[in-house]
């Protein structure tokens, strides 16, 4: 297990707080009505992002749900680029067709941005099934949400992915509620992780407020993908501190439930962490908030400044020209 040091502590605490106040600020935002749509914030969850990025290389691929802002921006999405997304510009990165739901960087090895839910469990299986198939030794890690894994599909791709020992990490961000409906009253089974043991996977529930037992999880399962032993499924026990979605009215859980939540905020942790073993001065600290809200402000600035995607793009980037060399005489 690889040491976490001073500088993988200082890349959380910068990751996190990008992430926070890209959300915070996209919330915003949606409230003034630039941003319309579906909007599902990231808040309170930014330990799994971060952790896990200090535990993959950087050419890992990575697939997810709806709840996308903070992964893909963790993966490598420029500010710039997600805002633009989320404000439907042609600068976005996809182009301003996406949205929320549906960002995407084939540059960063980030393939979604799923608004099916629990359909990007079967193609996370699916990009690990082509690595293993190319002989390359990247894993995939895919992550789905506490509804998702009551979906039929998590079933059969367990199945096929241990039977084939696909290089693959399932992620359960277990945030306590689908939408509105809490774990206990989806499943008889409220700890998630014990799902994977009817298929003999590896599995365990991470503490998934601190950023050290997600590093150490996702790092274990990557040595054992790259080292061809299959699959593993991690629960990411985290807490959304927002709703489900912008239009979510919050009725199902106590404001006490959330304060309780907030005070084992991750990014208030690790800079507790960060200044007890002296790994940056106050005013270092001060100088990484500076510069994430300038980042911030310009992404803002960069995104009203885009333009709308031209008429003509309506129908591009639906189809593409395969090559099927085994198709041909």
Sequence with gaps: MAKITKQTYLYWYELMLRLRRFEERAGMLYGEQKIRGFCHLYIGQEA??????SALRADDRMITAYR??????????????????????????????GGSMHFFSKEHDFFGGHGIVGAQIGLGAGIAFADQYNGKDNVTICYFGDGAARQGILHEVFNMAM???LPVIFVCENNGYAMGTSVGRTSNVTKISTLGEAYDMPSESVDAMKCEPVHDAVERAADRAREGEGPTFLEMCTYRYKGH???DPQKYRTKDEVES????????????????KKYATQKEIDEIIARIEKEIEDCVTFAENSPYPDDSELYKDIYTQADYPFLTE
Excluded at 261 to 276: A, G, Q
């Design 68 to 97: 996308d802002h903070g992964l893909g921006l963790a993966k490598g999405i420029t500010c710039n680029e997600a805002m633009a997304e989320l404000f439907g510009k042609v600068t976005g990165c996809t182009k301003g067709k």
């Design 245 to 247: 979605s912008m239009s």
């Design 48 to 53: 799994v992002a971060a952790g896990t990025m």
């Design 163 to 165: 039977t084939w020992k």
């Design 261 to 276: 939540y907030k005070k084992l905020d991750p990014i208030e942790t690790t800079l507790d962490t960060i200044l007890k």
